[in-house]
């Protein structure tokens, strides 16, 4: 297992866990998020011939991705997910770092107090930091 943090699972909770995204090569994605993002890869898989389970989560999230293959009832297009959100601390600092790592992430915009700044995988699926400067 890995060192990210494992939250209680209260009476009452949905405690949303894994979000699959849709890729078509997971040796080139897996590299984006765990080399360009800096996610920690916790599982790499291959629990069958012809099937892989690849998991990643954020730095500080309780969620992960899974990039998946030769799972029929998981298939997705890839690139067809939108808007995942990452919370950042410091949208600035969040973005200049991600540029230096090679990942294109638009200007942030204002949009009502709260900041966002877009980037996509290398399979466009769209990833937005989120900076809520109220929030602790």
């Given at each position: 297992?890995?060192?990210?943090?494992?939250?209680?699972?209260?009476?009452?909770?949905?405690?949303?866990?894994?979000?699959?995204?849709?890729?078509?090569?997971?040796?080139?994605?897996?590299?984006?998020?765990?080399?360009?993002?800096?996610?920690?890869?916790?599982?790499?898989?291959?629990?069958?011939?012809?099937?892989?389970?690849?998991?990643?989560?954020?730095?500080?999230?309780?969620?992960?991705?899974?990039?998946?293959?030769?799972?029929?009832?998981?298939?997705?297009?890839?690139?067809?997910?939108?808007?995942?959100?990452?919370?950042?601390?410091?949208?600035?600092?969040?973005?200049?770092?991600?540029?230096?790592r090679?990942?294109?992430?638009?200007?942030?915009?204002?949009?009502?107090?709260?900041?966002?700044?877009?980037?996509?995988?290398?399979d466009?699926?769209?990833?937005?930091?989120?900076?809520?400067?109220?929030?602790?």
């Open positions: 297992m890995t060192d990210n943090p494992v939250p209680e699972v209260l009476p009452g909770s949905m405690m949303l866990e894994l979000v699959l995204v849709p890729v078509t090569d997971i040796d080139r994605a897996k590299a984006f998020y765990a080399e360009q993002l800096g996610f920690t890869a916790d599982v790499d898989v291959c629990p069958q011939e012809g099937v892989r389970i690849v998991q990643l989560t954020p730095p500080g999230s309780y969620c992960s991705i899974t990039l998946t293959e030769g799972l029929p009832d998981q298939r997705m297009d890839p690139g067809s997910l939108r808007g995942l959100h990452l919370v950042v601390a410091d949208i600035e600092a969040a973005r200049a770092e991600l540029i230096g090679g990942v294109d992430v638009a200007p942030v915009v204002d949009l009502g107090g709260v900041l966002y700044a877009g980037f996509e995988d290398p466009g699926n769209t990833w937005t930091l989120q900076h809520m400067p109220w929030r602790r």
